[in-house]
């Protein structure tokens, strides 16, 4: 059984900068693509940030390049984000999940090419 844990959600004020985890049980993260997605209230779930199995590639969605970074430690088990500046539209649960194929050469965007998912973690960014 496939477990991510995803936590250090909170709330802040606009320009200030959190870091989330996800740390994995039941999988070797090493060997998957990971990505970060999050949901604001009404709105469907898009994405955010996906890095390469090996943590050489790294990709983000418009929205947030040049604030966000995702990182990863695989001796951990853990995958990271780090958001700076963040803005009162970033406010969302923050979920990550993992690639449905391991070793995979393409960092890929759409929900249905992840398997499993955290049960988020709540972003709140006040003005």
């Known amino acids: 059984q496939v477990h991510l844990v995803e936590s250090g959600g909170g709330l802040v004020q606009a320009g200030d900068s959190l870091r989330l985890s996800c740390v994995a049980s039941?999988?070797?993260?090493?060997?998957?693509?990971m990505g970060w997605f999050r949901q604001a209230p009404g709105k469907e779930r898009e994405f955010v940030a996906a890095?390469?199995?090996?943590?050489?590639?790294?990709y983000y969605a418009d929205s947030v390049k040049g604030r966000f970074t995702i990182s990863r430690d695989n001796a951990k088990n853990t995958v990271y984000l780090q958001m700076n500046s963040l803005k009162p539209e970033d406010t969302a649960v923050y979920y990550c999940?993992?690639?449905?194929?391991?070793?995979?050469?393409?960092?890929?965007?759409?929900?249905?090419?992840?398997?499993?998912w955290g049960q988020g973690t709540q972003v709140t960014v006040s003005s």
């Open positions: 890095i390469r199995w090996s943590g050489t590639i790294t």
């Open positions: 999940a993992t690639d449905r194929d391991g070793f995979s050469s393409r960092l890929r965007v759409g929900e249905s090419s992840y398997d499993y």
């Open positions: 039941g999988r070797t993260l090493s060997n998957y693509n």
